[in-house]
């Protein structure tokens, strides 16, 4: 079965300020991709980024990046020069490529970033 | 390209009642996800649909609740004799097949 942990129910952050969220997953499977994405005040679900398993680099979005490490099953967001436009829950999910297609969410992080 | 849609964004039923929320799917998308969101949780799997078929529906309730994606027209998730319970935020997601989901804007649901 797929699970999906993020243990920061909450952070805080200047703006201009650099911020690490973390998740964990667990998964037997070796196809899979893993998700970041935000949930503004609005509810509206936005992609931040994508990586998949197979991949070793880490990938990058502008200001968003992230820590993919595949043995221990973790991986982490950075959005670095952080904006009050940044303010929203973050959610990490996975994906098994093959099979269902559901996407399993963790619990989520509500980041706000303080001016 | 419209993005995937959803209605309504809010509806209100009285306990007892029947919701019918409806997604369509963005063009050329053959794939549509439920999912459901209780507050100040995360997304809940609830269905996976392809036209005509549903394909998982290990997430849904076993009772009251149904989903279906006709060959025309929107994919309907329906909830008969809402209770309390079931006041969540309803996400649609659409996709081609093996790649990314993109999310509807939602449907609140609220049962007094």
């Known amino acids: 079965a797929q699970t999906v942990t993020q243990s920061q129910p909450e952070m805080s952050v200047q703006e201009a300020e650099t911020v690490t969220l973390s998740c964990t997953y667990d998964t037997s499977e070796n196809n899979y991709y893993l998700f970041w994405y935000k949930q503004p005040p609005s509810r509206q679900m936005i992609l931040v980024i994508r990586q998949e398993a197979y991949k070793q680099q880490n990938a990058t979005e502008n200001r968003f990046s992230v820590n993919f490490q595949k043995a221990a099953k973790s991986f982490s967001l950075k959005i670095s020069d952080s904006q009050l436009g940044d303010t929203a829950m973050y959610f990490c999910?996975?994906?098994?490529?093959?099979?269902?297609?559901?996407?399993?969410f963790g619990q989520g992080t509500r980041l706000t970033i303080n001016p | 390209n419209a993005g995937v849609m959803q209605n309504p964004r809010h509806l209100v039923r009285r306990r007892g009642q029947e919701a019918r929320l409806r997604c369509s799917p963005m063009?050329?998308?053959?794939?549509v996800y439920w999912y459901r969101q209780l507050p100040e949780e995360g997304l809940k799997f609830m269905v996976y649909l392809q036209k005509e078929n549903i394909i998982d529906e290990s997430g849904m309730p076993k009772e009251r609740f149904s989903a279906e994606f006709p060959k025309e027209g929107p994919s309907i998730l329906r909830i008969q004799q809402v209770v309390r319970g079931d006041s969540a935020a309803y996400f649609c997601?659409?996709?081609?097949?093996?790649?990314?989901?993109?999310f509807g804007p939602g449907t609140r649901l609220t049962v007094l």
């Open positions: 999910a996975s994906l098994i490529i093959q099979g269902a297609q559901k996407l399993v």
């Open positions: 997601a659409s996709s081609p097949p093996l790649s990314e989901q993109f």
């Open positions: 063009k050329g998308h053959s794939h």
